[in-house]
């Protein structure tokens, strides 16, 4: 059965480190309005209430607007975890959730669905490869005449934090501890690749700040301090720091000069993208396919693109 076909209602959970957003897809198509929750990450107890809260909200629009029941709930969380249990456990951006929580069985029994778990960028990179990015981009080569067909990928998602996924030859790439394609600290195995020239990726770096993973640039927090850090240098700065898309309304000249240090913004966007490209130069060299990037901070690409073309050669 082609994707677009299937009749068949799932609930969907996009959990990132600061917000829950719940959807129903059927046939590869939203078919209600998203709902948005805080993500409560520091407290396990309101992060699950929230969690039961949205799908039932989704639940019951989905009865409203479709007259259907769906069948079957899948989301997904950001980082490694016993997903094929349901197992929730240990994710910096999550530490409510740290030690271990059966969150797949409490959904099921409270709901009465069944419940697929994985990791966010998994899921966002084998989603693009199936229904997105690699289709469109196959296509747009078949119309230029070329024979090349493109059979892997490498996907990325830019938020809370930098999450990642690998898909070859159709199939989703989860490695030994549910962690492949975690391009922030990526485990892997032996990847073939599109050119016979993929390869293994253990922990990539981080070229800001060499002492760390690459997500301590590649992140909202990363984008903050270092705009903090210059406001701090030059003795200016809110009391409380901004969003990342209040810096890139700075960086873009949209709050005016009252609001914000636009330079200081466009620096810290940069500090961001040479982090990314690095990161990137580097992945794409071992896995040898396209890439496609999403993520709520990917909205500000017009600030950080530039600097991670520029960080391919």
């Not at 797949?104 to 990791?119: C, K, Q, S, T, Y």
């Not at 989703?172 to 600290?185: K, M």
Request: net charge negative; aromatic share 6%.
């Amino acid at each position: 059965m082609q994707l677009r076909d299937d009749t068949r209602v799932v609930m969907t959970l996009d959990a990132g480190g600061t917000n829950f957003v719940f959807g129903a897809m059927r046939g590869g198509e939203e078919i209600v309005d998203p709902v948005n929750l805080p993500a409560e990450g520091d407290d396990l107890q309101k992060s699950v209430a929230n969690i039961l809260d949205g799908f039932s909200q989704v639940e019951a629009a989905i009865k409203q607007s479709h007259d259907a029941r769906p069948v079957a709930i899948s989301f997904a969380f950001p980082g490694p975890a016993d997903y094929e249990r349901g197992v929730i456990g240990d994710l910096g951006n999550l530490p409510g959730y740290r030690g271990g929580v059966p969150l797949g069985a409490i959904i099921r029994e409270r709901l009465d669905l069944p419940v697929f778990i994985n990791n966010d960028g998994d899921l966002f990179a084998f989603g693009e490869a199936i229904a997105g990015f690699l289709p469109w981009l196959n296509g747009q080569m078949e119309e230029a005449g070329s024979p090349k067909c493109f059979r892997n990928l490498l996907g990325v998602t830019l938020g809370t934090g930098f999450g990642g996924g690998i898909v070859t030859d159709g199939r989703l790439h989860i490695g030994d501890n549910s962690a492949g394609g975690e391009i922030w600290c990526l485990h892997g195995r032996l990847h073939i690749g599109d050119n016979s020239a993929g390869g293994e990726i253990w922990c990539l770096r981080n070229r800001s700040i060499p002492t760390t993973t690459a997500e301590e640039s590649v992140s909202i927090r990363g984008v903050q301090r270092t705009y903090m850090a210059a406001l701090a240098e030059a003795g200016t700065g809110p009391e409380s720091t901004p969003s990342p898309k209040d810096i890139y309304r700075i960086g873009m000249g949209e709050s005016g000069e009252s609001e914000g240090d636009r330079d200081a913004a466009r620096a810290a966007w940069q500090a961001f993208g040479v982090a990314l490209g690095d990161a990137l130069a580097n992945a794409v060299t071992l896995i040898d396919a396209p890439i496609v990037i999403g993520g709520g901070v990917a909205g500000a690409h017009e600030l950080f693109l530039p600097a991670v073309i520029k960080e391919r050669s």
